[in-house]
């Protein structure tokens, strides 16, 4: 399983960028997908998620009407686009693909929970 993103770097304020994620090594249209986030010295946030399908997505409040999530199960990708961008969008971006929720305990756990390795966005003038 891999889930390999791209598309960060440096941007100024009020810029976009568009990130993706590849995904390989299991049936991508069966699994939903998200958009996670960590600033330095913060804890992991979740930013946007979208259905196996594509046809519902959810954001953060705080990018809510400025990212996009989207997907194209042909080509087993997923996409965050980031307009407007704002410093406090500096992170590392991941990509994240779950499904099978259940409990142990208390304890959401996942059938499947596969991650990326991150690509740094910074947004700074």
């Known amino acids: 399983v891999q889930l390999v993103e791209s598309g960060g770097g440096l941007v100024q304020p009020g810029g976009s960028l568009r990130l993706s994620c590849a995904a390989s090594?299991?049936?991508?249209?069966?699994?939903?997908m998200n958009w996670y986030r960590q600033a330095p010295g913060k804890e992991r946030e979740l930013v946007a998620t979208?259905?196996?399908?594509?046809?519902?997505?959810n954001y953060a409040d705080s990018v809510k009407g400025r990212f996009t999530i989207s997907r194209d199960n042909a080509k087993n990708t997923v996409y965050l686009q980031m307009n407007s961008l704002k410093p406090e969008d500096t992170a590392v971006y991941y990509c994240?693909?779950?499904?099978?929720?259940?409990?142990?305990?208390?304890?959401?756990?996942?059938?499947?929970?596969?991650w990326g390795q991150g690509t740094q966005v910074t947004v700074s003038s």
């Open positions: 979208i259905n196996s399908a594509g046809g519902s997505t």
């Open positions: 994240n693909a779950r499904s099978g929720l259940y409990y142990s305990g208390l304890i959401p756990r996942y059938d499947y929970d596969y």
């Open positions: 090594g299991f049936t991508f249209s069966r699994l939903g």
